[in-house]
C-alpha cells in the first residue's frame, strides 16, 4: 500500500517534517508518552554511570551530577553529556552493545544506572549475569498519554516499546506498517502487526530514511 500520511508517536521538528514533505509524505503527530522528571539522591560524583538515554542525560545534568566515566547509549545522548562537559569513556548505539563492552572491558567495575521506570531489562540483565554490580536510579518516570487517533493514515512510526503500548491500547496496528527506531521497539510491535520496517541505527533521522526508502519502493 502507498504511504501518503505516516502518524508519528513523537512530535517531529519542522526539520523533521520537511524531510518528510520533501517526498511528498505528510506527517500527522503527537506525544504517546510524556516524561515526569523525578527528584533522586546520588553522590555527587560518580565514578561509573550507565545513560541510556537523552532524557537521563537531562537529569544528570539538571541535578549537577559529575560523573568521572559516562556509558552511554545513543550518539545525541554522547554529544549532550560532553557539550556539558561530562566525559563519555564509551558510546555504543544498542544497549546490548554497551553492557557486552562493560562486560569484556570493566568486569572488576561497579556502575549506577540513570535510567527511567519502564527501562528495558537487556542492559543490567547481562551485567547481573556476570556478577558486576550495578545500582539503578530512577531519574524520570515513562508516562502513557494514549488517544484515539481518527486521521487516516497508511504507517506509524514508534520510538520505544512504551509508545507502542500507548497506541495500541486506543487503537489498532490491523493493515498498517509499523517503522521501529530498533530491534527492542519492533519486537514490541510484533503481537500487533507482521509489518514491521527497523532503522537501521536508533535515531529519528534514521527512521524517517526508512520511510521515505520503504515509500520508494512502492
Do not use: W
Not at 39 to 66: L, M, P
Not at 67 to 77: A, L, P, Q, S, Y
Request: charged fraction near 20%; proline fraction near 3%; glycine fraction near 2%.
Amino acid at each position: 500500500m502507498p504511504i501518503n500520511t505516516v502518524l508519528s508517536t513523537k512530535t517531529l521538528s519542522s526539520e523533521h517534517k520537511l524531510f518528510l514533505n520533501k517526498a511528498n509524505i505528510q506527517v500527522i503527530d503527537y506525544d504517546a508518552i510524556d516524561i515526569a522528571f523525578v527528584n533522586f539522591d546520588t553522590e555527587i560524583i560518580v565514578e561509573n554511570a550507565i545513560i541510556t538515554s537523552q532524557n537521563a542525560a537531562k537529569a544528570i545534568i539538571e541535578n549537577k551530577v559529575v560523573i568521572k566515566n559516562c556509558f552511554c547509549v545513543g550518539e545525541k545522548t554522547m554529544a549532550y553529556l560532553e557539550e556539558h562537559g561530562q566525559y563519555v569513556s564509551k558510546m555504543k548505539l544498542y544497549a546490548q552493545d554497551l553492557a557486552n563492552h562493560i562486560v569484556k572491558y570493566h568486569k572488576n567495575d561497579s556502575f549506577i544506572f540513570f535510567c527511567s521506570d519502564k527501562r528495558q531489562d537487556t542492559l543490567p540483565d547481562i551485567l547481573k549475569q556476570h556478577h558486576i554490580p550495578v545500582k539503578e536510579i530512577i531519574v524520570y518516570n515513562t508516562v502513557e498519554t494514549p488517544q484515539t487517533i481518527n486521521d487516516t493514515y497508511d504507517a506509524i512510526l514508534f520510538f520505544s516499546p512504551s509508545g507502542i503500548n500507548s497506541f495500541t491500547s486506543k487503537n489498532s496496528l490491523e493493515n498498517k506498517t509499523a517503522f521501529c527506531i530498533g530491534n527492542t521497539t519492533a519486537e514490541a510491535a510484533k503481537p500487533h502487526t507482521t509489518n514491521i520496517v527497523t532503522a537501521t541505527a536508533p535515531t529519528i533521522e534514521h527512521v524517517l530514511q526508512s520511510v521515505v526508502k520503504h515509500a520508494k519502493k512502492l
